[in-house]
């Protein structure tokens, strides 16, 4: 029981002694975020800058893609149709190969 006395002992002084580190260390923290404002300040203007020149061509380039996803949907839908009026084309060929000997068969007998 002694031991664990000593050792809750032990380990509130080393907690006490982190968080005053810690209490340190945030403050440093703070004032060199501080003292970086003003510096990256200017760069935060000239990117919002930026961004706002850029807004009206992200604004056409999101235009254009819709319009290219409208057109390939339209040329994949084109695609499936003529796949689609190949294959009926190809049947009825083979459906018209099949009559005609059905029918050369009756004329014949």
């Known amino acids: 029981m002694e031991t ?17 580190s810690l209490q340190a260390e945030e403050k440093e923290y703070e004032a060199i975020r ?12 000239e990117i919002e800058k930026k961004q706002t020149e850029l807004a009206p061509w992200l604004e056409k380039k999101a235009k254009v893609q819709a319009a290219i ?12 149709k003529a796949h689609a009026i190949v ?11 099949t009559t005609k000997t059905t029918l050369g068969e009756r004329v014949t007998l």
């Open 4 to 20: 664990t006395k000593s050792d809750l002992d032990r380990v509130s002084k080393e907690l006490e002694r982190l968080t005053k």
């Open 34 to 45: 501080d003292s970086l404002k003003g510096e990256t300040e200017v760069f935060q203007v």
């Open 69 to 80: 996803d409208v057109a390939q949907s339209e040329l994949d839908l084109l695609t499936q």
């Open 87 to 97: 294959n009926a084309l190809q049947e009825l060929k083979e459906r018209q190969g």
